[in-house]
């Protein structure tokens, strides 16, 4: 099994920046794909960004590109998130996620973060 943790949510004002962190443990190898989701209130949970463990490929969703970099360490087990100009529609529950097989199987609990305007 694989277990995720994110860190880094807060409460933050519209341009400010934040970095959200994800760590991997367990059988990390079986992930060849971690990502970043979001939940907003009385929203479905929406993809943000997602990158390969090894080769480090990138994918962003179009509201994010230019404002959020996905990146990871040297070891492929820790995500990060990095986000700046947030706006107000950047509120939700960000959850990291790893993808085993063809789906994203392994989720952390979340973490928070809402910008106010």
């Known amino acids: 099994q694989v277990q995720l943790v994110e860190s880094g949510g807060g409460l933050v004002q519209a341009g400010d920046s934040l970095r959200l962190t994800c760590v991997a443990s367990g059988r990390t190898g079986s992930m060849d794909l971690m990502g970043w989701f979001r939940q907003a209130p009385g929203k479905e949970r929406e993809f943000v960004a997602s990158g390969t463990r090894v080769r480090g490929r990138t994918w962003y969703a179009d509201s994010v590109k230019g404002r959020f970099t996905i990146s990871r360490d040297g070891s492929g087990n820790t995500m990060y998130l990095q986000m700046t100009d947030l706006k107000p529609e950047d509120t939700g529950v960000y959850y990291c996620?790893?993808?085993?097989?063809?789906?994203?199987?392994?989720w952390g609990q979340g973490t928070q973060v809402t910008v106010s305007s």
């Open positions: 996620a790893g993808k085993i097989g063809n789906e994203f199987r392994a």
